[in-house]
T-cell receptor, first 113, second 115 residues
């Protein structure tokens, strides 16, 4: 199993550009998540999805959008990149039941210049 | 609001030293508790988890953690660390809420083990 796959691994954007971070999982997990990781701040939840067609905001959703048309894919979109969005982004997935561990992708390191 | 506190941001140890990383959470209800590890340049991996039962939980690579409900704590321990344990460690709490598997992460503790 590939688990959770994120692309790209690295990206540099100019301020105001847009891009989509891709995330796919092959474990048939209902729940998927996007986090950003900043030094000394742990992981902050951006958006999550409890199933295809259902998404909701996490702690830090401003400047981002998501969609979940299928169980497998959960892309994260930045419409107008800002320097504050420079971060490492992790996608994760899990079964829906409380307490099931989340499985993480390898991350996307994004720099906005 | 739920929160997770990790007491030490940076820990430096020599090989064979004992390790204890603190984790406290704020939530009065039922919780599931996790420790994740992130090796340099890699994604987060589950180290161990507590759902219920024996409060002393054993994980991979010789790590263990003890859930003390009265102290809202879930400290991570290892009797003898190795250089390969150099990584960042995250405590996470899932407040059991009937279906929403939301994790709250601590800020992380960066461990450096010197040979």
């Amino acid at each position: 199993n590939a688990g959770v796959t994120q692309t790209p691994k690295f990206r540099i954007l100019k301020i105001g550009q847009s891009m989509t971070l891709q995330c796919a999982q092959d474990m048939n997990h209902n729940y998927m998540y996007w986090y950003r990781q900043d030094p000394g701040m742990g992981l902050k939840l951006i958006y999550y999805s409890v199933g295809a067609g259902i998404t909701d905001k996490g702690e830090v959703p401003n400047g981002y959008n998501v969609s979940r048309s299928t169980t497998e894919y959960f892309p994260l979109r930045l419409e107008l990149a800002a320097p504050s969005q420079t971060s490492v982004y992790f996608c994760a997935s899990s079964y829906s039941k409380d307490g099931q561990p989340q499985h993480f992708g390898d991350g996307t390191r994004l720099s906005i210049l | 609001a739920q929160s997770v506190s990790q007491h030490n941001h940076h820990v430096i140890l020599s090989e064979a030293a004992s390790l204890e990383l603190g984790c406290n959470y704020s939530y009065g209800g039922t919780v599931n508790l996790f420790w994740y590890v992130q090796y340099p340049g890699q994604h987060l991996q589950l180290l161990l988890k507590y759902f219920s039962g024996d409060p002393l939980v054993k994980g991979i690579k010789g790590f263990e953690a003890e859930f003390i409900k009265s102290k809202f704590s879930f400290n991570l321990r290892k009797p003898s660390v190795q250089w390969s344990d150099t990584a960042e460690y995250f405590c996470a709490v899932n407040a059991v809420s009937g279906g929403y598997n939301k994790l709250i992460f601590g800020a992380g503790t960066r461990l450096a083990v010197h040979p």
